[in-house]
Protein backbone atom coordinates (compact mmCIF):
# COMPACT_ATOMS: atom_id res chain seq x y z
CA UNK A 1 0.00 0.00 0.00
CA UNK A 2 1.09 3.75 -0.50
CA UNK A 3 1.36 6.37 1.67
CA UNK A 4 -1.48 8.00 0.70
CA UNK A 5 -3.76 5.23 0.64
CA UNK A 6 -2.46 4.57 4.84
CA UNK A 7 -3.37 7.97 5.61
CA UNK A 8 -6.89 7.56 3.76
CA UNK A 9 -7.28 4.22 5.94
CA UNK A 10 -6.39 6.26 9.17
CA UNK A 11 -8.66 9.24 8.48
CA UNK A 12 -11.67 6.81 7.44
CA UNK A 13 -11.00 5.08 10.87
CA UNK A 14 -10.16 7.93 12.48
CA UNK A 15 -13.16 10.29 11.46
CA UNK A 16 -15.70 7.26 12.57
CA UNK A 17 -14.23 6.72 16.08
CA UNK A 18 -14.66 10.19 16.80
CA UNK A 19 -18.21 10.16 15.59
CA UNK A 20 -19.08 7.09 17.04
CA UNK A 21 -17.50 7.63 20.17
CA UNK A 22 -15.71 4.39 20.13
CA UNK A 23 -12.47 3.08 20.69
CA UNK A 24 -9.73 2.02 18.73
CA UNK A 25 -9.34 -2.04 18.11
CA UNK A 26 -7.03 -3.66 16.54
CA UNK A 27 -8.30 -5.00 13.07
CA UNK A 28 -10.83 -2.34 12.27
CA UNK A 29 -8.97 -0.70 9.72
CA UNK A 30 -9.27 -3.56 7.27
CA UNK A 31 -12.99 -3.66 6.75
CA UNK A 32 -12.51 0.17 5.19
CA UNK A 33 -10.09 -1.05 2.30
CA UNK A 34 -12.36 -3.03 0.03
CA UNK A 35 -14.72 0.65 -0.14
CA UNK A 36 -11.26 2.85 -0.79
CA UNK A 37 -10.81 0.24 -3.58
CA UNK A 38 -14.01 0.86 -5.07
CA UNK A 39 -14.83 4.53 -4.38
CA UNK A 40 -13.76 7.79 -3.32
CA UNK A 41 -12.45 8.75 0.24
CA UNK A 42 -15.65 10.43 1.41
CA UNK A 43 -17.94 7.25 0.02
CA UNK A 44 -15.61 4.51 1.49
CA UNK A 45 -15.93 6.16 4.77
CA UNK A 46 -19.90 6.45 5.01
CA UNK A 47 -19.63 2.35 3.97
CA UNK A 48 -17.51 2.08 6.62
CA UNK A 49 -19.30 3.66 9.01
CA UNK A 50 -22.87 2.02 7.86
CA UNK A 51 -20.83 -1.49 7.95
CA UNK A 52 -19.62 -0.72 11.46
CA UNK A 53 -23.76 -0.54 12.35
CA UNK A 54 -24.75 -3.31 11.05
CA UNK A 55 -22.09 -5.41 13.02
CA UNK A 56 -21.77 -3.09 15.88
CA UNK A 57 -21.21 -5.83 18.28
CA UNK A 58 -18.16 -6.91 16.84
CA UNK A 59 -15.81 -4.07 18.19
CA UNK A 60 -17.98 -4.11 21.32
CA UNK A 61 -15.52 -5.25 24.78
CA UNK A 62 -13.31 -7.77 23.90
CA UNK A 63 -14.66 -8.76 20.25
CA UNK A 64 -18.06 -9.52 21.17
CA UNK A 65 -19.86 -10.18 18.29
CA UNK A 66 -16.48 -11.61 16.48
CA UNK A 67 -17.09 -14.28 19.48
CA UNK A 68 -20.12 -15.00 18.94
CA UNK A 69 -19.93 -14.97 15.57
CA UNK A 70 -17.71 -18.22 16.44
CA UNK A 71 -20.30 -20.03 17.99
CA UNK A 72 -22.62 -19.13 15.06
CA UNK A 73 -19.89 -20.34 12.87
CA UNK A 74 -19.89 -23.94 14.34
CA UNK A 75 -24.07 -23.90 14.70
CA UNK A 76 -24.25 -23.46 10.65
CA UNK A 77 -21.11 -26.13 10.11
CA UNK A 78 -23.06 -28.68 12.57
CA UNK A 79 -26.53 -27.76 10.47
CA UNK A 80 -25.19 -28.30 7.06
CA UNK A 81 -22.83 -31.15 7.36
CA UNK A 82 -22.38 -32.23 11.42
CA UNK A 83 -19.93 -35.40 10.16
CA UNK A 84 -17.48 -32.88 8.67
CA UNK A 85 -17.50 -30.75 11.88
CA UNK A 86 -16.82 -33.64 13.95
CA UNK A 87 -13.83 -35.07 11.48
CA UNK A 88 -12.42 -31.62 11.41
CA UNK A 89 -12.31 -31.32 15.19
CA UNK A 90 -10.89 -34.82 15.96
CA UNK A 91 -8.04 -33.55 13.48
CA UNK A 92 -7.66 -30.48 15.57
CA UNK A 93 -7.59 -32.45 18.90
CA UNK A 94 -4.88 -34.38 17.05
CA UNK A 95 -2.72 -31.42 15.86
CA UNK A 96 -2.94 -29.49 19.23
CA UNK A 97 -3.20 -32.08 21.73
CA UNK A 98 -3.96 -30.00 25.04
CA UNK A 99 -4.57 -26.95 23.32
CA UNK A 100 -7.96 -27.72 21.64
CA UNK A 101 -10.38 -29.72 23.47
CA UNK A 102 -13.26 -27.96 22.92
CA UNK A 103 -15.24 -26.92 19.87
CA UNK A 104 -14.97 -23.51 21.12
CA UNK A 105 -10.86 -23.28 21.27
CA UNK A 106 -11.29 -25.15 17.95
CA UNK A 107 -13.00 -21.75 16.29
CA UNK A 108 -11.08 -19.30 18.52
CA UNK A 109 -7.90 -20.96 16.76
CA UNK A 110 -9.11 -21.49 13.52
CA UNK A 111 -11.83 -19.13 12.53
CA UNK A 112 -11.18 -15.94 14.17
CA UNK A 113 -9.08 -14.80 11.60
CA UNK A 114 -12.14 -15.15 9.00
CA UNK A 115 -14.58 -13.28 11.70
CA UNK A 116 -12.36 -10.47 12.04
CA UNK A 117 -11.16 -9.53 8.48
CA UNK A 118 -14.70 -10.91 6.84
CA UNK A 119 -12.73 -12.78 4.43
CA UNK A 120 -10.17 -9.72 3.39
CA UNK A 121 -7.43 -12.34 4.61
CA UNK A 122 -7.31 -13.85 0.81
CA UNK A 123 -4.42 -13.02 -0.78
CA UNK A 124 -6.51 -11.81 -4.05
CA UNK A 125 -8.35 -8.78 -3.00
CA UNK A 126 -10.31 -8.75 -6.18
CA UNK A 127 -11.80 -12.00 -4.69
CA UNK A 128 -12.62 -11.15 -1.34
CA UNK A 129 -14.24 -7.93 -2.74
CA UNK A 130 -16.35 -10.34 -5.31
CA UNK A 131 -17.35 -12.32 -1.93
CA UNK A 132 -18.51 -8.76 -0.21
CA UNK A 133 -21.47 -8.28 -3.15
CA UNK A 134 -22.53 -11.44 -2.03
CA UNK A 135 -22.47 -9.66 1.66
CA UNK A 136 -24.37 -6.59 0.77
CA UNK A 137 -26.89 -8.09 -1.26
CA UNK A 138 -27.65 -10.24 1.63
CA UNK A 139 -26.79 -9.14 4.65
CA UNK A 140 -23.14 -9.00 6.28
CA UNK A 141 -24.33 -12.26 8.41
CA UNK A 142 -23.88 -14.32 5.45
CA UNK A 143 -20.18 -13.42 6.07
CA UNK A 144 -20.45 -16.71 8.18
CA UNK A 145 -22.26 -18.99 5.87
CA UNK A 146 -19.53 -18.43 3.64
CA UNK A 147 -17.07 -19.19 5.64
CA UNK A 148 -18.85 -22.58 6.42
CA UNK A 149 -19.08 -23.17 2.87
CA UNK A 150 -15.05 -22.11 1.96
CA UNK A 151 -14.21 -24.82 4.76
CA UNK A 152 -16.65 -27.25 3.17
CA UNK A 153 -15.16 -26.67 -0.19
CA UNK A 154 -11.56 -27.14 1.34
CA UNK A 155 -12.91 -30.46 2.96
CA UNK A 156 -10.30 -32.61 1.02
CA UNK A 157 -7.59 -30.61 1.55
CA UNK A 158 -8.20 -29.94 5.26
CA UNK A 159 -9.10 -33.86 5.78
CA UNK A 160 -5.51 -34.79 4.09
CA UNK A 161 -3.91 -36.81 6.74
CA UNK A 162 -0.47 -35.20 5.36
CA UNK A 163 -1.38 -31.86 5.82
CA UNK A 164 -2.18 -29.58 8.61
CA UNK A 165 -4.81 -27.80 9.45
CA UNK A 166 -2.93 -24.99 10.18
CA UNK A 167 -1.16 -24.78 6.82
CA UNK A 168 -4.86 -24.03 5.37
CA UNK A 169 -6.92 -21.86 7.93
CA UNK A 170 -3.99 -19.92 9.53
CA UNK A 171 -2.22 -18.61 6.33
CA UNK A 172 -3.82 -16.00 3.76
CA UNK A 173 -5.12 -17.86 1.19
CA UNK A 174 -6.43 -18.12 -2.16
CA UNK A 175 -10.13 -18.24 -2.40
CA UNK A 176 -12.59 -18.97 -5.12
CA UNK A 177 -15.33 -16.36 -4.47
CA UNK A 178 -17.43 -17.48 -7.28
CA UNK A 179 -17.73 -21.53 -6.15
CA UNK A 180 -17.80 -20.13 -2.47
CA UNK A 181 -21.01 -17.72 -3.02
CA UNK A 182 -22.90 -20.84 -5.04
CA UNK A 183 -22.29 -23.38 -2.36
CA UNK A 184 -23.37 -20.30 0.20
CA UNK A 185 -26.37 -19.93 -1.68
CA UNK A 186 -26.92 -23.57 -1.44
CA UNK A 187 -26.53 -23.96 2.08
CA UNK A 188 -28.89 -20.71 2.99
CA UNK A 189 -32.35 -22.77 2.85
CA UNK A 190 -30.75 -25.53 4.87
CA UNK A 191 -30.48 -23.15 7.61
CA UNK A 192 -34.02 -23.34 10.00
CA UNK A 193 -35.24 -19.99 10.76
CA UNK A 194 -34.27 -19.50 14.30
CA UNK A 195 -30.02 -19.93 13.47
CA UNK A 196 -31.19 -17.62 10.56
CA UNK A 197 -33.02 -15.42 13.06
CA UNK A 198 -29.64 -15.45 15.29
CA UNK A 199 -27.47 -14.82 12.07
CA UNK A 200 -29.23 -11.61 11.31
CA UNK A 201 -29.41 -10.35 15.02
CA UNK A 202 -26.09 -11.36 16.05
CA UNK A 203 -24.12 -7.67 14.69
CA UNK A 204 -26.81 -5.65 16.57
CA UNK A 205 -27.85 -7.68 19.57
CA UNK A 206 -25.25 -7.44 23.01
CA UNK A 207 -27.56 -9.15 24.95
CA UNK A 208 -27.72 -12.46 22.00
CA UNK A 209 -24.04 -12.24 21.35
CA UNK A 210 -23.77 -13.14 25.35
CA UNK A 211 -25.69 -15.59 25.44
CA UNK A 212 -23.70 -17.45 22.17
CA UNK A 213 -20.42 -17.00 23.75
CA UNK A 214 -21.45 -19.03 26.30
CA UNK A 215 -21.51 -22.46 24.17
CA UNK A 216 -24.72 -23.70 26.33
CA UNK A 217 -25.66 -27.21 25.80
CA UNK A 218 -23.03 -27.63 22.70
CA UNK A 219 -21.44 -31.25 23.64
CA UNK A 220 -18.81 -32.03 22.06
CA UNK A 221 -19.41 -34.63 18.45
CA UNK A 222 -18.12 -38.10 19.60
CA UNK A 223 -18.04 -37.69 22.59
CA UNK A 224 -20.21 -39.33 26.10
CA UNK A 225 -22.11 -36.02 26.17
CA UNK A 226 -22.95 -35.74 22.53
CA UNK A 227 -24.33 -39.28 22.96
CA UNK A 228 -26.09 -38.33 25.90
CA UNK A 229 -27.75 -35.56 24.43
CA UNK A 230 -28.95 -38.38 21.60
CA UNK A 231 -30.28 -41.06 24.26
CA UNK A 232 -31.72 -37.99 25.85
CA UNK A 233 -33.84 -37.10 22.77
CA UNK A 234 -34.53 -40.91 22.04
CA UNK A 235 -35.79 -41.31 25.35
CA UNK A 236 -38.03 -38.58 25.29
CA UNK A 237 -39.91 -39.47 21.74
CA UNK A 238 -39.84 -42.92 23.24
CA UNK A 239 -41.85 -41.49 25.63
CA UNK A 240 -44.03 -39.34 23.51
CA UNK A 241 -44.76 -42.54 21.16
CA UNK A 242 -45.81 -44.00 24.82
CA UNK A 243 -48.23 -41.75 25.35
CA UNK A 244 -49.67 -41.99 21.80
CA UNK A 245 -50.34 -45.48 22.10
CA UNK A 246 -51.63 -45.49 24.98
CA UNK A 247 -54.23 -43.30 24.09
CA UNK A 248 -55.12 -45.87 21.17
CA UNK A 249 -55.66 -48.46 23.95
CA UNK A 250 -57.73 -46.95 25.83
CA UNK A 251 -59.93 -46.15 22.49
CA UNK A 252 -60.30 -49.90 22.13
CA UNK A 253 -63.53 -51.75 22.86
CA UNK A 254 -64.44 -54.08 25.59
CA UNK A 255 -61.18 -53.08 27.29
CA UNK A 256 -58.81 -54.36 24.76
CA UNK A 257 -55.45 -52.58 23.73
CA UNK A 258 -54.80 -51.93 20.28
CA UNK A 259 -52.24 -55.35 20.22
CA UNK A 260 -55.30 -57.86 21.25
CA UNK A 261 -57.94 -57.49 18.81
CA UNK A 262 -61.67 -58.39 20.45
CA UNK A 263 -62.50 -62.16 19.90
CA UNK A 264 -64.51 -62.64 16.54
CA UNK A 265 -68.13 -63.98 16.94
CA UNK A 266 -68.17 -67.58 16.47
CA UNK A 267 -64.98 -68.16 17.76
CA UNK A 268 -63.37 -68.83 20.57
CA UNK A 269 -63.28 -71.83 22.89
CA UNK A 270 -65.95 -71.19 24.81
CA UNK A 271 -68.52 -70.26 22.13
CA UNK A 272 -71.66 -73.12 22.19
CA UNK A 273 -71.60 -73.26 18.40
CA UNK A 274 -68.39 -75.41 18.30
CA UNK A 275 -69.93 -78.37 20.53
CA UNK A 276 -71.87 -79.96 18.06
CA UNK A 277 -69.23 -80.25 15.63
CA UNK A 278 -66.80 -81.30 18.35
CA UNK A 279 -69.85 -84.10 19.00
CA UNK A 280 -69.61 -85.73 15.97
CA UNK A 281 -66.14 -85.84 15.54
CA UNK A 282 -65.90 -88.13 18.89
CA UNK A 283 -68.89 -90.72 17.40
CA UNK A 284 -67.34 -90.86 14.09
CA UNK A 285 -64.39 -92.07 15.40
CA UNK A 286 -65.98 -94.54 17.78
CA UNK A 287 -67.74 -95.72 14.92
CA UNK A 288 -65.19 -96.91 12.82
CA UNK A 289 -64.15 -100.09 14.56
CA UNK A 290 -68.16 -101.31 14.07
CA UNK A 291 -67.89 -100.93 10.59
CA UNK A 292 -65.08 -102.95 10.01
CA UNK A 293 -66.70 -105.43 11.95
CA UNK A 294 -69.73 -105.40 9.93
CA UNK A 295 -67.59 -105.56 6.95
CA UNK A 296 -66.19 -108.68 7.99
CA UNK A 297 -69.51 -110.39 8.75
CA UNK A 298 -71.43 -109.52 5.52
CA UNK A 299 -68.45 -110.93 3.80
CA UNK A 300 -68.33 -113.99 5.80
CA UNK A 301 -71.84 -114.30 5.17
CA UNK A 302 -71.55 -114.19 1.89
CA UNK A 303 -68.97 -116.89 1.22
Same mark, same amino acid.
Given at each position: RSIDEEA?????????????????KQGQ??? +????? &??????? %?????? *???? #??????IGNNLGIHAALRLADKVLKAVDPQFRAALFRKAKIERRGSI????????????????????????LE?????????F +????? &??????? %?????? *???? #????????????V??????????????FFLPKIDQALMNELKDHGV??????????????????????????NKEEQEKKKKDDKKTNGKQQKQPNGCSSHEPPPEKGGGEDNGAGKPFR???VVGIAAIPVLILLVLLVATLWE
Open positions: KLVRIVSAYIKDSGSEYTVW +AVPFL &VCMNEVE %AYYCYK *RLRE #MLKTYYTTLRDFHQTYSFTHMNSLALHSVAEAIELWDLY +AIGPH &VHIVAYV %AELILM *RTKL #MDKDTKLEDYLLRRKIDARAIANMTMDKGLCEELIKWVSDAKPGTSDEKSAKLLQ
